[in-house]
T-cell receptor
Framework: TQLLEQSPQFLSIQEGENLTVYCNSSSVFSSLQWYRQEPGEGPVLLVTVVTGGEVKKLKRLTFQFGDARKDSSLHITAAQPGDTGLYLCAGAGTASKLTFGTGTRLQVTL | ETGVTQTPRHLVMGMTNKKSLKCEQHLGHNAMYWYKQSAKKPLELMFVYNFKEQTENNSVPSRFSPECPNSSHLFLHLHTLQPEDSALYLC??????????????FGPGTRLTVL
C-alpha cells in the first residue's frame, strides 16, 4: 500500500510569513499533484510535477518534486489569508491510481 | 466552478433510509470517481468508472452501490448506512482514466450525516 505522509498536519501563521509543506513516501510515483481545498468545496488542482527534481512556480507558490520521485514540497512566500485551506498532495502510481496524502491544514491570519 | 456538480449538497438520513447522491460533469471527461473524505483520514477512493465501466471497487461495503448510466453522470445509491458512514462524499472526473497524470476535477461534495 502506498502511503503519503504530509507535514505539518496543521499550520497557523500570520500574513506575510513564509511556509513549507512536505509530502513524503517510501514509494516512487510517476507524477505528483497538489490540491487546495477550501471549506465547503472540493479539492482544486494547483499543479502536477512529473520529472524528478522538477520545480514549478505558481505566483507565490513553489512546488518541487524530489529527485527520486518519492517526495515533494510546497513553499508559499508571503502568505495571504486567501491561502487558507487544506493542502493535499496526491501521487500517481501504477495504473495511474492516485494516492492522496494525509493533508496539511493552513490558517493564515491578518 | 470546476464543471462538476453534485446534489444534494447536504443530506441527513436514518439508518433505514434509501437515498441517492448525484454527480454530473460538463467537461467531456471519460473517467468518474467517488471518494469519501472523513475527518482525520486521507481521502479514500471508493469507485472508478472508465467509459461507463466500473474499473475499481476499493473494498467498499455493499450498502454503497454506484451507477454510471453514461460518461457524464454518476450516482451513489445508499441504503442501511451506519453512523460511521457520515462523511463528505466527493465526486471527481478526469479526462482519461488511464492517463499517467490522472488529474482530478472535483465537485463540491455532499455532506452526509447518518443518524
Amino acid at each position: 500500500t502506498q502511503l503519503l505522509e504530509q507535514s505539518p498536519q496543521f499550520l497557523s501563521i500570520q500574513e506575510g510569513e513564509n511556509l513549507t509543506v512536505y509530502c513524503n513516501s517510501s514509494s516512487v510515483f510517476s507524477s505528483l499533484q497538489w490540491y487546495r481545498q477550501e471549506p465547503g468545496e472540493g479539492p482544486v488542482l494547483l499543479v502536477t510535477v512529473v520529472t524528478g527534481g522538477e520545480v514549478k512556480k505558481l505566483k507565490r507558490l513553489t512546488f518541487q518534486f524530489g529527485d527520486a520521485r518519492k517526495d515533494s514540497s510546497l513553499h508559499i512566500t508571503a502568505a495571504q489569508p486567501g491561502d487558507t485551506g487544506l493542502y493535499l498532495c496526491a501521487g500517481a502510481g501504477t495504473a495511474s491510481k492516485l494516492t492522496f496524502g494525509t493533508g496539511t491544514r493552513l490558517q493564515v491570519t491578518l | 466552478e470546476t464543471g462538476v456538480t453534485q446534489t444534494p449538497r447536504h443530506l441527513v438520513m436514518g439508518m433505514t433510509n434509501k437515498k441517492s447522491l448525484k454527480c454530473e460533469q460538463h467537461l467531456g471527461h471519460n473517467a468518474m470517481y467517488w471518494y469519501k473524505q472523513s475527518a482525520k483520514k486521507p481521502l479514500e477512493l471508493m469507485f472508478v468508472y472508465n467509459f461507463k465501466e466500473q474499473t475499481e471497487n476499493n473494498s467498499v461495503p455493499s450498502r454503497f452501490s454506484p451507477e454510471c448510466p453514461n460518461s457524464s453522470h454518476l450516482f451513489l445509491h445508499l441504503h442501511t448506512l451506519q453512523p460511521e458512514d457520515s462523511a463528505l462524499y466527493l465526486c471527481a472526473s478526469s479526462p482519461n482514466g488511464v492517463s499517467s497524470y490522472n488529474e482530478q476535477f472535483f465537485g463540491p461534495g455532499t455532506r452526509l450525516t447518518v443518524l
